[in-house]
């Protein structure tokens, strides 16, 4: 009996040790510090805070002074702020067709037009904002993860499948014929989680940008899907520190270990790359990690570094997405959307001919 109770206890005391350990593995990922040193001029200030109630809202898209939200919960529901008043739209998105049941339905407002989506289903509708009337576009057999819309006709999108991530495009005017861009992305080890990323649109230069998740680097292609150059982000680390295992009873691929986030939240707007890094640099306070989030900003003409400023957390909740409007930067924080007023620091790299942003 005593032996019993004593390979229990030790069972346990087992358990919480290796708890522990790996607690203190990912608290090391997280804080990892790296040679660079950022710049952070006064490049924006916080301007105004919007209670939303919930935080199941993301970033549909702006027009002027007017920020579109989506949400998971109510799918098909549009929601607008302005003047810092949350409003629902009078009427909800109808449908022509539903096919299939969605999943992961999405919506990007563009004005005059906008954009629905299920990925996990293939399937797209487009219309007007006049009378939120969508049509169904497309219907496929691709499991798309990620789209950004190029224009009414195209759509450049990612696609997860068990030969891989490949990016390509859909052509709405031609039946939707799908190509791909074999050569945009580069793998370094599975071809899974070694390539994941967000993938961006700056309707401004009709540029394709695909930033990965676990390394310092990106991709920038035109809307045809021809690279124009592969950039870097100012930290050092070009290698995805990943440790993948298979489970061999479901032929599947999972993380065996926390990895190192190198990128978080991005979006490329008016030939700027803005990206929420995961990564301290030297001479950086390790307190302001737990109150803020770091936004780096480079310029894609030259690929430079131009600043990093933060975004501050709201009641201990960390940025998860955001977007930008000229010299505004809209943020969700919690439950919570904040604005941030940029200055010329960073307004007068803009390179414009549109004002619309796709970011994550």
């Known amino acids: 009996m005593k032996t019993k109770i004593i390979t229990l206890v030790a069972g346990a005391l087992l358990s919480i040790a290796v708890v522990i350990v790996l607690f203190q593995i990912s608290v090391k990922i997280t804080r990892h510090h790296n040679s660079f040193i950022r710049n952070f001029p006064k490049a924006a200030y916080k301007t105004k805070e919007v209670d939303l109630g919930y935080n199941s809202f993301y970033f549909a898209g702006h027009d002027q002074d007017k920020v579109y939200l989506g949400n998971v919960s109510t799918p098909t529901q549009v929601y607008t702020v302005k003047n810092n008043t949350l409003f629902k739209?009078?009427?909800?998105?109808?449908?022509?067709?539903?096919?299939?049941?969605?999943?992961?339905?999405?919506?990007?407002?563009?004005?005059?037009?906008?954009?629905?989506?299920?990925?996990?289903?293939?399937?797209?509708?487009?219309g007007r904002v006049a009378d939120w009337k969508a049509r169904l576009r497309w219907i496929g057999n691709n499991f798309i993860d990620q789209a950004v819309f190029i224009d009414s006709q195209r759509v450049a999108f990612r696609e997860q499948s068990k030969a891989g991530t490949k990016i390509g495009t859909i052509d709405l005017s031609k039946n939707g014929i799908i190509k791909y861009g074999n050569d945009i992305l580069q793998k370094q080890s599975d071809g899974i989680f070694?390539?994941?990323?967000?993938?961006?649109?700056?309707?401004?230069?009709?540029?394709?940008?695909?930033?990965?998740?676990?390394?310092?680097?990106?991709?920038?292609?035109?809307?045809?899907?021809?690279?124009?150059?592969?950039?870097?982000?100012?930290?050092?680390?070009?290698?995805?520190?990943?440790?993948?295992?298979?489970?061999?009873?479901?032929?599947?691929?999972?993380?065996?270990?926390?990895p190192l986030k190198v990128n978080r939240a991005a979006l490329a707007y008016g030939n700027l790359l803005f990206v929420n890094s995961g990564i301290l640099g030297r001479y950086e306070p390790e307190e302001m990690w737990d109150i803020a989030s770091i936004i780096d900003i480079y310029n894609l003409t030259d690929q430079s570094y131009v600043a990093s400023m933060y975004v501050h957390d709201v009641h201990r909740k960390k940025m998860r997405s955001f977007m930008i409007s000229g010299d505004q930067l809209y943020a969700l924080v919690g439950d919570a959307m904040v604005t941030y007023k940029l200055s010329t620091i960073i307004t007068s790299r803009y390179n414009l001919s549109n004002e619309k942003s796709t970011g994550r």
């Not at 061999?248 to 926390?258: A, H, I, N, T, V």
């Open 89 to 126: 739209e009078d009427k909800l998105i109808e449908l022509d067709k539903v096919e299939r049941p969605f999943n992961a339905f999405q919506v990007r407002v563009s004005p005059p037009y906008f954009y629905a989506y299920d990925g996990t289903v293939s399937c797209i509708y487009s």
């Open 194 to 258: 070694d390539v994941d990323g967000k993938l961006l649109f700056d309707s401004s230069q009709k540029k394709i940008v695909y930033l990965y998740t676990y390394r310092n680097q990106y991709t920038v292609a035109d809307s045809r899907l021809q690279i124009a150059f592969r950039g870097t982000t100012i930290d050092t680390i070009s290698q995805a520190q990943i440790s993948v295992a298979v489970l061999k009873d479901r032929e599947q691929q999972k993380m065996s270990r926390p």
